[in-house]
């Protein structure tokens, strides 16, 4: 056996389409006995076990994981490492939360060190969940980039992040200027973006903490980096909305602030979008933006309730994925994210299926990243990161697992029912960095080859 040849098998369930745009039936893939071939850590065949057991390389044996459910890992399109540590954070809405909370923690990142220890948590976390692949927000201090680069490359997990852009409205601790966040960005594009499995965002944090000329810096950056992405916040509150429309009066809309500086486009990924109105809808679906839904978040600070299917009208869809927004979420875990996504949804009258909802968890969040091509599925071809989900995963998980009818219901009880504790492992590119069976340590490092 090779160190780089492995094999995985269990029940599997991925995805051939978009449930939101065909009949579910026709998008999601399940094989009650599958095999997964890795190779260098890529898929190189994936079905049913009986079909390719005698393809297996000599001296591969297959980890077997019977009562499990093998899935493409989970995608967060919008989550905050360095708010980790004041996630649950009481009793205020987003722009008294900042205020209070998250400008106060986020001028710890100064501090390598400090850095460090919260990417090295928070990574971790992630992977407890079954989430190997992530959109995530830094602080202003380039450090703090460095820190989480550093740590994603000693897993190998795929991520993308970058350096908030500030330059008014906050502590001056926290502030850049329009010059400097550009430059601090471009010295960190060139150091870390396509270095091996990371990728770059231009980061500013939102329109009312950056100057028209820290936005339109931000553009320039987007036009002088070929495959970077963009991440902010859009109608969020509708305090923050009506701020924005007093420091941007010229503008026609919240979103027109950005687009007016070449921050819509493919790539781009745009936070909450809850206060929305149908022109911008339109935009975003012509110039290929992504929103990130984030259940937890929205409902914890008040903000409201995203309109996901009139977001993915068929008449214009808009790319979705969905996000954790931790610290103003409450879970990294996706799971409990589609738990409260079905109840924001339920209340604008419409219904979230388990298809669709672990659709957005993989292949509609890899899709909104424009990375579809290489995650959100089990298929040749695609990195094998892969999360294996355990309906025993807690005592009342097992006893209502064991009353389902139909894999539907079972993927819904996971949904609704199931957090960190119904993860057994989580590979990253063929390699087990998350065994909670494991002695000691659950993870571990991948090896190098």
């Not at 969940?129 to 994603?152: K, W």
């Given at each position: 056996?090779?160190?780089?040849q492995?094999?995985?098998?269990?029940r599997?369930i991925?995805?051939?389409?978009?449930?939101f745009?065909?009949?579910?039936?026709?998008?999601?893939?399940?094989?009650e006995?599958a095999?997964i071939?890795?190779?260098?850590?890529?898929?190189?065949?994936?079905?049913?076990?009986?079909?390719?057991?005698?393809?297996?390389?000599?001296?591969v044996e297959p980890?077997?994981?019977p009562?499990a459910i093998?899935?493409?890992?989970?995608?967060?399109?919008?989550?905050?490492?360095?708010?980790?540590?004041?996630?649950?954070?009481?009793g205020?809405?987003?722009l008294e939360?900042?205020?209070?909370?998250?400008?106060?923690?986020?001028?710890r990142?100064a501090?390598r060190?400090?850095?460090?220890?919260?990417?090295?948590?928070?990574?971790?976390?992630?992977l407890?969940?079954?989430?190997?692949?992530?959109m995530?927000?830094c602080?202003?201090?380039?450090?703090?980039?460095?820190?989480?680069?550093?740590?994603?490359?000693?897993?190998?997990?795929?991520m993308?992040?970058?350096?908030?852009?500030?330059?008014r409205?906050?502590?001056?601790?926290?502030?850049?200027?329009?010059?400097r966040?550009?430059?601090?960005s471009?010295?960190?594009?060139?150091?870390?973006?396509?270095?091996?499995r990371?990728?770059y965002?231009v980061t500013?944090r939102?329109?009312?903490?950056?100057?028209?000329?820290q936005?339109?810096?931000?553009?320039a950056?987007?036009?002088?980096?070929?495959?970077?992405?963009?991440?902010?916040?859009?109608?969020?509150?509708?305090?923050?909305?009506?701020w924005v429309?007093?420091l941007?009066?010229e503008r026609?809309s919240?979103?027109?602030?950005?687009d007016h500086?070449?921050?819509?486009?493919?790539?781009?990924?745009?936070g909450?979008?809850?206060h929305?109105?149908e022109a911008d809808?339109?935009?975003?679906h012509?110039?290929?933006?992504?929103?990130?839904?984030?259940p937890?978040?929205?409902l914890?600070?008040?903000?409201?309730?995203f309109?996901?299917f009139?977001?993915?009208?068929?008449?214009?869809?808009?790319?979705?994925?969905?996000?954790?927004d931790?610290?103003?979420?409450?879970?990294?875990?996706?799971?409990?994210?589609l738990?409260?996504?079905y109840?924001?949804?339920?209340?604008?009258?419409r219904?979230?299926?388990a298809?669709r909802?672990?659709?957005?968890?993989t292949?509609?969040g890899?899709?909104?990243?424009?990375?579809?091509?290489r995650?959100?599925?089990l298929?040749?071809g695609?990195?094998a990161?892969?999360?294996?989900?355990?309906p025993k995963g807690t005592?009342l998980?097992d006893?209502?697992?064991?009353?389902?009818?139909?894999?539907?219901?079972?993927?819904?009880v996971?949904?609704?029912?199931?957090d960190?504790r119904?993860?057994?492992?989580t590979?990253?590119a063929?390699?087990?960095v998350?065994?909670r069976?494991?002695?000691?340590d659950?993870?571990?490092?991948?090896?190098?080859?």
């Amino acid at each position: 056996m090779t160190s780089n040849q492995k094999a995985l098998r269990g029940r599997a369930i991925s995805f051939s389409g978009n449930p939101f745009e065909r009949p579910a039936a026709e998008c999601l893939v399940h094989h009650e006995d599958a095999l997964i071939l890795v190779e260098d850590g890529r898929i190189t065949a994936f079905g049913p076990y009986a079909d390719l057991a005698a393809t297996l390389p000599p001296g591969v044996e297959p980890v077997h994981y019977p009562d499990a459910i093998l899935t493409a890992g989970f995608i967060d399109t919008h989550v905050h490492y360095p708010q980790l540590e004041m996630i649950g954070a009481y009793g205020a809405q987003l722009l008294e939360w900042l205020e209070t909370y998250t400008f106060v923690t986020e001028q710890r990142f100064a501090d390598r060190a400090h850095a460090d220890m919260v990417a090295g948590h928070f990574l971790r976390e992630l992977l407890r969940a079954g989430t190997t692949t992530a959109m995530v927000y830094c602080t202003v201090h380039p450090q703090s980039v460095e820190a989480f680069f550093a740590e994603s490359e000693r897993f190998n997990t795929r991520m993308i992040a970058g350096k908030v852009l500030m330059d008014r409205h906050a502590p001056p601790a926290l502030l850049d200027t329009a010059q400097r966040g550009y430059d601090e960005s471009k010295a960190l594009i060139a150091r870390w973006h396509g270095r091996g499995r990371q990728h770059y965002c231009v980061t500013p944090r939102f329109a009312p903490t950056s100057t028209e000329a820290q936005l339109d810096a931000a553009g320039a950056l987007l036009r002088e980096h070929d495959a970077i992405f963009m991440q902010t916040h859009l109608c969020e509150n509708l305090a923050e909305v009506a701020w924005v429309r007093e420091l941007f009066p010229e503008r026609s809309s919240y979103l027109d602030t950005y687009d007016h500086a070449g921050l819509v486009g493919q790539r781009s990924m745009f936070g909450h979008a809850i206060h929305m109105h149908e022109a911008d809808f339109h935009r975003c679906h012509e110039a290929g933006a992504a929103l990130a839904f984030c259940p937890t978040s929205n409902l914890f600070l008040g903000s409201g309730l995203f309109q996901l299917f009139d977001a993915m009208d068929p008449a214009r869809p808009v790319r979705v994925g969905l996000g954790t927004d931790v610290g103003g979420g409450t879970s990294l875990s996706q799971l409990q994210s589609l738990n409260e996504a079905y109840k924001v949804v339920a209340m604008s009258g419409r219904k979230l299926d388990a298809v669709r909802a672990f659709y957005l968890a993989t292949l509609g969040g890899a899709r909104a990243l424009y990375l579809d091509d290489r995650l959100g599925r089990l298929a040749p071809g695609y990195d094998a990161d892969i999360a294996v989900l355990d309906p025993k995963g807690t005592p009342l998980l097992d006893f209502r697992t064991r009353h389902c009818d139909t894999l539907e219901e079972l993927l819904f009880v996971l949904m609704t029912l199931g957090d960190d504790r119904a993860v057994r492992a989580t590979y990253v590119a063929g390699e087990c960095v998350y065994d909670r069976s494991r002695a000691g340590d659950p993870f571990r490092y991948p090896a190098r080859v």
